[in-house]
């Protein structure tokens, strides 16, 4: 990109470099947040938009005024010229449709998660490599704006170094145990490689209720030895926000807590004012005076401001856009199909650990 060339309002930007895209799938979270995102990016033209629900392409469609939508993803690859794809469809094709567009030349911007099974994700990296197209994930929650307070805070000098990733997830009921794991928890197993570390092993137990309706508790260690614990389960609510994420970083006497993906605390090391010897029998080492801690809470009446908004506090816009800028610049994205299948093995080698009844390396996982 050239630069910016003015600011239009705060956080949005006119830009001169365009790139052309196809949307591939019209369904709930491409209408309500992917749509509503890439309409902001003044550097994409929506040129042809596609879903096997012909309603669906259709409402597209005119939303990017357009005057007709696909329902055959391979008819619009040949017949509409495209640089970029959206693929936001259904788990198990993610991968496969977005072969089919590398195939067709166009770089990817892929809804995570990339697949639900290993070889597809595997054959759409060796695509992506053959035909030299870029393809970037959206783990967006890297993107949201509680999260990067807390990457900006790990990485600081003051906080010291994380000894606990300690992270919740509980939503509403699921049809299988796949889609809690590989579909939706995933955001979590991206968040504490992009947060801590490679995850080396996993330990799991199930509870199960019914079908789809399950809780993992999963102990883990990093490889840069932090110890993990993820508590995951669909045995909540889909629209009850309260207690249904909550993600916890421990630092040296200090630690930085996100609850329901917002709602950003630091609680700053209380001062040490004095050292206890142990020949004392007292089981604490020091004493301390309280310090208080910071509190970030967005202001969701303010929606006047662009990054008020629901898919920039969540980070789905950054993380697109930050790939479009991938491809006008010819970089490599932040976000790659490689994330996509690390995030994808630490879900399998969760499933193997319950299954087996052991500690799994996630270096098993082939
Ligand atoms: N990043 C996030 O936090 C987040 C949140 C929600 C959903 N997602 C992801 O977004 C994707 C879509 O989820 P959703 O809730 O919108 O599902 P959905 O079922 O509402 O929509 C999927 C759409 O894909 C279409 N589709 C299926 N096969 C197709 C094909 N071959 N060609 C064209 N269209 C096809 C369906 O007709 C449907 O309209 C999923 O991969 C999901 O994991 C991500």
Same mark, same amino acid.
């Given at each position: ?8 309002? =705060?956080? !949005? @930007?006119?830009?001169?470099?365009? $790139?052309?895209? %196809? ?6 979270? &491409?209408? *309500? ?41 391979? =008819?619009? !690859? @040949?017949?509409?010229?495209?640089? $970029?794809?959206? %693929? ?6 993610? &991968?496969? *449709? ?269």
């Amino acid at each position: 990109m050239g630069g910016k060339i003015m600011e239009l309002f =705060e956080n !949005l @930007e006119l830009s001169d470099k365009r $790139v052309r895209a %196809v949307l591939v799938g019209c369904g709930e979270h &491409a209408t *309500l947040v992917m749509n509503d995102a890439i309409s902001f990016l003044d550097e994409v033209d929506v040129v042809g938009v596609c879903d096997l629900n012909e309603q669906r392409a259709n409402f597209a469609a005119r939303r990017f005024r357009l005057d007709r939508s696909w329902q055959n993803i391979d =008819e619009m !690859l @040949e017949k509409v010229e495209a640089d $970029v794809a959206l %693929v936001v469809t259904v788990p198990r094709l993610q &991968a496969l *449709l977005t072969q089919k567009c590398v195939e067709a030349g166009l770089h990817v911007y892929t809804e995570k998660p990339i697949s639900t099974e290993l070889d597809d994700a595997y054959s759409l990296m060796e695509a992506a490599k053959r035909m030299k197209r870029k393809v970037g994930v959206a783990f967006n929650k890297r993107y949201a704006l509680a999260y990067q307070n807390m990457k900006k805070a790990i990485d600081s000098d003051e906080f010291g170094k994380p000894g606990a990733f300690i992270a919740k997830f509980i939503a509403g009921y699921r049809n299988t145990q796949t889609d809690l794991l590989r579909v939706g928890a995933i955001h979590f197993f991206d968040l504490g490689r992009f947060l801590i570390d490679e995850i080396d092993e996993v330990y799991a137990y199930k509870f199960e209720q019914a079908m789809g309706q399950h809780i993992f508790a999963v102990s883990a260690q990093f490889n840069n030895k932090c110890v993990g614990s993820f508590t995951l389960g669909s045995t909540g609510s889909w629209i009850n926000g309260y207690g249904m994420e909550t993600l916890e970083v421990r630092g040296d006497r200090n630690m930085l807590y996100v609850d329901n993906g917002r709602n950003f605390t630091y609680q700053k090391p209380a001062k040490i004012t004095g050292q206890r010897s142990s020949g004392t029998g007292n089981t604490q080492a020091v004493t301390e005076s309280q310090m208080p801690a910071e509190i970030s809470r967005p202001n969701y009446s303010n929606m006047g401001k662009f990054y008020m908004r629901d898919f920039y506090i969540n980070g789905n816009y950054q993380g697109m856009k930050e790939f479009v800028k991938s491809v006008i610049n010819d970089t490599e994205p932040h976000i790659t199909v490689h994330d996509g299948l690390m995030a994808l093995k630490i879900a399998i080698a969760i499933e193997k650990s319950v299954d087996e009844k052991r500690a799994v390396k996630i270096n098993e996982i082939k």
